[in-house]
């Protein structure tokens, strides 16, 4: 106490560090929290665009849907960071933005978009007050079928 | 000059004021890059999603090219870093050879006979201006995206 009264060199640096440490300490935090919520973003993103494409091809079935469905939930459940506990809605929109319950129902051709919503199963302080932080992916895509043009004898 | 040299005091001060510049920069600049490949994702996603539905649906006078372009609109649409703003698209046709070399450019891939390859290019201009420092803000940096297509008959 003495030393940093006097202002002894010492001291000074000891002042120094102790600001500068809870800086470098939160962007180190920080950059995980980051990477933490980009990595799950990844695997949703990337499990929307797989059951969408799935969608595609697959809409004859009674449950086409729910196979369908199921490559997102493993494909989430195998992101270490999402803990088990997978809070997951899926919701499909057709065209004209309105909610369909399965776009295997669709016809032909038809366009839909494929909503992922989940649940972040950890709080980022600062960020989330509680337990309300959601990430969601969208992926448009169209019910395949046949190739529509005949072809010219 | 001696003396100032052998002071050491604040240095630590001085080394963060040089180093906090730069680590603001470099995150700044991480997120700008992942803005810009998330939107190329979508724009990608969007594109290939249109080829492969103008491979499928290429009725001629039929309305298969804006349904198409649609799709892209769409899928850039669902990505909240573009979707909220209105950006400009440029969407372009072009037959290929079945060696996949550029033959003409075409204004529209319904036009084009049976099992004929042609490519989709979809040219986004971002909305948001990029700052590189040391050089001027640059507005209008766009980024482009190229799927084929065959137009698959029965």
């Given at each position: 106490m003495k030393a940093l009264i006097k202002g002894e060199r010492g001291s000074t640096q000891v002042i120094e560090l102790v600001l500068i440490i809870p800086i470098f300490v939160l962007i180190l935090y920080g950059s995980f929290e980051v990477w933490k919520v980009v990595s799950v973003k990844q695997s949703l993103d990337a499990a929307v665009g797989r059951l969408a494409q799935c969608l595609r091809l697959y809409h004859g079935g009674d449950d086409d849907r729910d196979r369908c469905e199921s490559i997102?939930?493993?494909?989430?459940?195998?992101?270490?960071?999402?803990?088990?506990?997978?809070?997951?809605?899926?919701?499909?929109?057709?065209?004209?933005?309105r909610q369909i319950p399965d776009p295997t129902d669709l016809s032909c051709n038809a366009i839909f978009t494929v909503e992922g919503k989940v649940k972040l199963p950890w709080d980022i302080p600062l960020v989330s007050s509680?337990?309300?932080?959601y990430l969601i992916s969208k992926h448009t895509s169209f019910i395949e079928c046949e190739p529509r043009e005949e072809l010219t004898p | 000059m001696v003396a100032l040299v052998k002071d050491k005091r604040g240095a630590i001060l001085v080394q963060t004021m040089v180093i906090l510049p730069i680590l603001v920069l470099v995150v700044f600049g991480g997120f700008e890059v992942w803005k810009v490949m998330s939107v190329k994702q979508?724009?990608?996603?969007g594109t290939s999603e249109a080829a492969r539905y103008l491979s499928f649906n290429h009725r001629r006078g039929s309305d298969d090219r804006n349904i198409a372009e649609g799709i892209i609109y769409k899928e850039l649409s669902n990505n909240d870093l573009i979707g909220n703003t209105s950006f400009v698209l440029d969407i372009r046709y072009y037959e290929l050879s079945d060696d996949l070399e550029l033959v003409r450019p075409i204004p529209d891939p319904t036009t084009l006979p049976c099992w004929t390859m042609f490519r989709v290019e979809a040219e986004l201009r971002l909305p948001w201006t990029i700052i590189i420092p040391?050089?001027?803000p640059k507005s209008s940096f766009s980024i482009t995206d190229r799927q084929v297509g065959k137009t698959f008959c029965r």
């Open positions: 997102i939930r493993m494909e989430l459940g195998g992101n270490n960071l999402m803990d088990g506990s997978l809070e997951l809605t899926i919701e499909y929109y057709d065209a004209s933005d509680g337990d309300n932080m | 979508s724009l990608t996603s040391g050089l001027s």
